[in-house]
């Protein structure tokens, strides 16, 4: 099972297109069988190679002004990369839980201000309503943020534009790819895209952009992705209406998130009630069965109803979260991060860190290359921000796609998985990793007793379900 699941991450498989163009890269360079050090070498002369860059700077666009986008041009204008940022709406206000890991707030020097909510209890809840408190080994410093996505986004994009980025207020529509010749081997990509600025009112108008390099970080429906014939992925449908409750029911919300599990509320995810900053945004998922989601969203909201009640509906939101990452994630001068990349873990459906950090490293990695923006980049650059970022998350997405094939797929397996929450070891593993995104080394003990309590779940929930289709028999 575990294995059928790792075989079936399409994203990281050996015969992916990322995988096959690395290794035709290598291929290339190598003219007689490369040793590991030969193919070292010959890597570190091709960046040397990479032509000077003479009377500029490396020029790079990034399309997408959320998380991905925001940060990487913060790196890349830091860096002394030119940098322009296409943003389509610069109040988005993308349709989100708005949930970050504490290690965001630090890695990202997020001021406090901006975040709504300090999140230090969380009940899990299963199919038959058992409500297990799982923040109980939280150290008195640690919680989960709630930020707005309106409010963080253009905090990102501000601090880019102010380490030297130009922020375009623009909707990206194509791009055409460079014209390839002996004289000018590294032609430019040119970007169109419409312009909406104080010139030209609200009409708009059809700009074009000369650049080096393009970090597509324009969401789920990137069009970048697609420029890059990049492939689709599976994608989940998540649902969210964001209710203002009266104020004597938000003090329970205060400081407390929910997460329901049950056929009832998705079949393959979970439903939510995130606390924001005046209101709670109640919302579910599904990948199977997209067609239903308003019924598991009604059913969300049925399952909370004591505590929402008299609660007004203030915005109803929908959007699509990536699965996997895409088949290609870079195509010559050209990387996709965030959304645009596939980078949402699943089981937990997180992807602002995520975001986030890919468009810093995808960022750090044109830095690096263009030896701050003196020397032209080449895909072999781009690619060593898919070879980080692989080896660094690789673990966290397996993980957490085993753990949605096993707990997710029947009411008896996630009765278990919800039993199992109880366990303080279990917390303080899932807390940790999830805080500081790091796979926390467990004590080899508790890893044993907690696999003999896994197993015992899963038989007790196997029993469960048989038990139960006699019933229903
Ligand atoms: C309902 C829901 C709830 C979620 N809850 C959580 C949560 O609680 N915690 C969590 O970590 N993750 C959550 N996620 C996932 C999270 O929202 C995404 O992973 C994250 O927003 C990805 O960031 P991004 O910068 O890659 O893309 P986005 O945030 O989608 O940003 C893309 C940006 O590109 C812009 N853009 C798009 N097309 C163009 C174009 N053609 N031209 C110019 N600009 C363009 C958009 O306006 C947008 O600003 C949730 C997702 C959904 C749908």
């Not at 297109?17 to 007689?32: A, E, G, Y």
């Not at 690096?368 to 921000?385: F, H, I, P, Q, T």
Request: net charge positive; proline share 5%; aromatic share 8%.
């Amino acid at each position: 099972m575990a294995s059928s699941a790792l075989k079936n991450f399409v994203g990281l498989r050996q015969n992916s297109p990322d995988n096959q163009c690395r290794r035709r890269l290598s291929l290339s360079k190598s003219i007689s069988p490369p040793t590991t050090t030969t193919r070292r070498r010959l890597r570190i002369m091709a960046a040397k190679s990479s032509p000077k860059i003479t009377g500029r700077n490396l020029r790079v666009a990034i399309v997408g002004g959320g998380p991905a986008g925001g940060s990487a041009a913060e790196t890349l204008a830091k860096g002394g990369i030119e940098t322009y940022l296409i943003e389509r709406k610069m109040d988005n206000c993308k349709p989100c839980g708005g949930a970050i890991p504490l290690c965001m707030v630090g890695e990202f020097d997020l001021p406090l201000d901006i975040i709504d909510r300090r999140v230090t209890k969380m009940k899990m809840i299963s199919p038959s309503n058992v409500a297990v408190d799982i923040g109980q080994t939280l150290k008195p410093h640690e919680y989960i943020g709630m930020v707005r996505r309106e409010i963080l986004d253009a905090y990102l994009r501000d601090r880019a534009a102010a380490a030297g980025a130009t922020v375009i207020n623009g909707l990206f529509l194509k791009m055409d790819m460079p014209k390839r010749s002996d004289a000018d081997p590294d032609s430019p990509y040119v970007l169109h895209y419409t312009g909406y600025d104080a010139k030209t009112g609200g009409a708009g108008e059809r700009r074009t952009l000369e650049v080096d390099a393009v970090i597509g970080a324009d969401g789920a429906n990137s069009r970048v992705a697609k420029g890059i014939s990049a492939g689709d992925y599976e994608y989940a449908i998540a649902f969210q209406e964001r209710i203002k409750i009266p104020e004597s029911k938000m003090k329970y919300y205060e400081d407390l998130a929910e997460m329901y599990v049950g056929d009832d509320v998705s079949p393959d995810f979970y439903g939510w009630v995130f606390p924001k900053c005046d209101h709670v945004a109640v919302g579910t998922g599904t990948v199977t069965h997209k067609s239903d989601i308003k019924k598991f969203q009604t059913a969300t909201r049925n399952r909370a109803k004591e505590k929402i009640l008299g609660g007004k509906i203030i915005r109803v939101e929908a959007h699509p979260i990536p699965e996997h990452p895409r088949p290609r994630r870079v195509a010559g001068r050209v990387a996709l991060v965030g959304d645009a990349a596939g980078y949402v873990t699943k089981c937990s459906g997180e992807g602002i860190y995520f975001a986030a950090k890919s468009g810093r490293m995808c960022a750090e990695a044109i830095v690096e290359g263009s030896e701050n923006g003196r020397r032209m980049v080449a895909e072999e650059d781009l690619r060593k921000y898919l070879e980080l970022w692989d080896k660094t998350y690789w673990p966290t997405y397996k993980v957490l796609d085993v753990l949605q094939k096993l707990f997710y797929r029947s009411n008896p397996a996630r009765e278990a998985f919800v039993e199992m929450c109880a366990d303080e070891y279990v917390q303080k593993m899932t807390f940790d990793s999830y805080l500081y995104k790091k796979v926390v080394p467990g004590n080899p003990l508790d890893d044993l007793k907690l696999a003999v309590n896994t197993i015992g779940s899963l038989v007790r929930a196997n029993a469960l379900r048989r038990e139960m289709e006699k019933i229903s028999v």
